[in-house]
């Protein structure tokens, strides 16, 4: 057994993937294509549901399974207003695992994708909540520094990951993720206590991935130092930072921020419905950069590993490059 096999024996065990090597869920990105090419290549594929209606995500699952010869896994968001039929659809197709990123998971809703026999990751931004998810009986956690792409928390992932790793990598797989772009970095965090990691931004350039070429050219000319995070205007309206590369989509959030503070002012929305308008938005700009290619207006969500990315080629290449990296690295210090 070579050294990254080893490290990441409990990864792909739950997984049951040749590498413990996630694709984060990015929305209109990991779908169908990117998804079943990444699992097929010997890491773990997950879709993105973000916005999606139930029917729409049954539609999903069964269009990747047409194409995923291993197993893949479904991203759900706890604030979604159809959680538990978006829960019910994954047990439907027999799902066997499902992430909930987005916050506390809400009441019943471990117990329910439990019940169909998967297996529930969850996204943990602090120790304290990484300890009570792992009490309430998640089978891993996925730590994500603000390094990331998309929806960020405040802390930096090399942090989170000495903060989270000696508390809790013994009760359960930890999977790191925010900022990775090399092999270096995976070998350094398995050697920390991590059972593997997530990347997103390192597949946006996949050769099949859906995203529109003037995305990927986007990705390709941008530095680290472009993929910059949002600001908040209203401390009355928490909106969770999304890091995007810095075009005119950037200033038109700030203004669509202001939009959704009057109503909130005027009564017309309560705070549940100002997020979700929120997420909506976000939801839509990123469609217009995604698929459409308009990458001015559209949102350009890239983590700070889009330095990293230079060249379009296959999830398989992809995952190959990272794990030849890492097992060098892994060898290199003996």
């Known amino acids: 057994m070579s050294k ?23 929305s209109w990105v990991s779908e169908r294509n990117l998804v079943s090419a990444i699992s097929n290549a010997g890491g773990f594929g997950v879709i993105a549901c973000g916005a999606m209606t139930p029917e729409l995500l049954d539609t999903e699952i069964a269009a990747t399974k047409a194409l995923a010869k291993r197993n893949f896994g ?54 304290a909540l990484a300890k009570k998810l792992v009490r309430s009986g998640v089978d891993a956690l996925v730590i994500e520094g603000m390094e990331a792409g998309g929806h960020i928390g405040p802390v930096s992932t090399s942090v989170l990951a000495q903060e989270i790793l000696p ?12 900022g990775i772009g090399r092999g270096e970095a995976i070998a350094a965090y398995l050697e920390m206590g991590a059972s593997g990691v997530q990347l997103g931004t390192r597949f946006v350039c996949a050769t099949e991935s859906i995203a529109h ?30 890091r995007a590369l810095k075009n005119a989509g950037t200033e038109a959030f700030t203004a669509k921020q202001r939009e959704v503070a009057n109503k909130l002012d005027a009564g017309e929305v309560d ?64």
């Open 167 to 178: 508390e809790l990598a013994d009760q359960v797989p930890v999977f790191v993720a925010g």
């Open 213 to 242: 070429p003037n995305f990927k050219k986007a990705f390709m000319r941008a530095s680290a130092r472009e993929a910059v995070a949002s600001v908040q205007i209203d401390p009355r309206l928490p909106v969770i930072p999304v």
């Open 74 to 127: 479904v991203n759900l968001i706890t604030m979604h207003p159809q959680l538990f039929e978006l829960i019910k659809i994954c047990a439907k197709h027999q799902v066997g695992h499902v992430v909930l990123a987005g916050g506390l998971p809400p009441k019943g809703s471990l117990e329910t994708i439990k019940t169909s026999g998967a297996k529930v990751i969850c996204f943990a931004p602090t120790l």
């Open 271 to 334: 705070m549940a419905e100002a997020q979700l308008e929120i997420e909506h938005y976000w939801a839509g700009a990123l469609r217009r950069a995604v698929i459409d290619g308009d990458i001015e207006n559209g949102s350009l969500m890239a983590g700070q590993s889009v330095g990293m990315v230079s060249e379009e080629e296959s999830a398989a290449a992809i995952v190959a490059s990272l794990v030849q990296q890492a097992e060098a690295a892994l060898r290199a210090r003996g």
């Open 4 to 26: 990254i096999d080893d490290l990441m024996a409990r990864g792909t065990e739950l997984l049951g993937s040749d590498y413990a090597i996630l694709c984060g869920a990015m």
